[in-house]
């Protein structure tokens, strides 16, 4: 069974500031993706970034950037140039490549930006 | 606005009551999911399906909870006889089936049982 662990239950940045939400998994598989989900107080999920666990370059989207390292099974995201609008509960997940797959969340951590 | 539509948003519920909460994919998708958000917990998944068959329900209670997809129409998460416990906000996603790993989520149901 695939387990995903978010050590941080809160963080704090102030705006324009840059900061990073941890992430690790397990896992035996060889091959797939890893997700960033934001869920603001609207409460939608809203896809942030994704990585190919194939792809040993880091994705990347605008001010939101990640760190894969396979090898350690750790995938933390990257904040930079921290906006009000990023306060949100922030959730790492992972699916592997199997046709009927899920995604497994973590627990979440949860941003604050202050001015 | 194409996207996975759940409703009603909001639902409140005595004990023993029924709740149905109904999720309307992304037009062309035929794969939905539920999961279930507690307070300050994560998503758990529940029930995987597609169009008229349950593919996976290894995280749906084996009582009182129940999951559909007909051929038309949307989704029905189904939950009898409800209890304080349940209340929680439940979120459909979809998929188009072809393996990009990317669920679109609804904006989730929050069911409060009184």
């Known amino acids: 069974a695939q387990t995903v662990t978010q050590s941080q239950p809160e963080m704090s940045v102030q705006e324009a500031e840059t900061v990073t939400l941890s992430c690790t998994y397990d896992?035996?598989?060889?091959?797939?993706?890893l997700f960033w989900y934001k869920q603001p107080p609207s409460r939608q999920m809203i896809l942030v970034i994704r990585?190919?666990?194939?792809?040993?370059q880091n994705a990347t989207e605008n001010r939101f950037s990640v760190n894969f390292q396979k090898a350690a099974k750790s995938f933390s995201l990257k904040i930079s140039d921290s906006q009000l609008g990023d306060t949100a509960m922030y959730f790492c997940?992972?699916?592997?490549?199997?046709?009927?797959?899920?995604?497994?969340f973590g627990k979440g951590t949860m941003l604050l930006v202050s001015p | 606005n194409a996207g996975v539509m759940q409703n009603p948003r909001h639902l409140v519920r005595r004990r023993g009551q029924e709740a149905r909460l109904r999720c309307s994919p992304v037009?062309?998708?035929?794969?939905v999911y539920w999961y279930r958000q507690l307070p300050e917990e994560g998503l758990k998944f529940m029930v995987y399906?597609?169009?008229?068959?349950?593919?996976?329900e290894s995280g749906m209670p084996k009582e009182r909870f129940s999951a559909e997809f007909p051929k038309e129409g949307p989704s029905i998460l189904r939950i009898q006889q409800v209890v304080r416990g349940d209340s929680a906000a439940y979120f459909c996603?979809?998929?188009?089936?072809?393996?990009?790993?990317?669920?679109?989520f609804g904006e989730g149901s929050r069911l409060t049982v009184l």
């Open positions: 399906l597609q169009k008229e068959n349950i593919i996976d």
């Open positions: 990585q190919e666990a194939y792809k040993q």
């Open positions: 896992t035996s598989e060889s091959n797939y993706y």
């Open positions: 997940a992972f699916i592997p490549p199997s046709g009927y797959s899920t995604l497994t």
């Open positions: 037009k062309g998708h035929s794969h």
């Open positions: 996603a979809s998929t188009s089936g072809q393996y990009t790993g990317e669920l679109f």
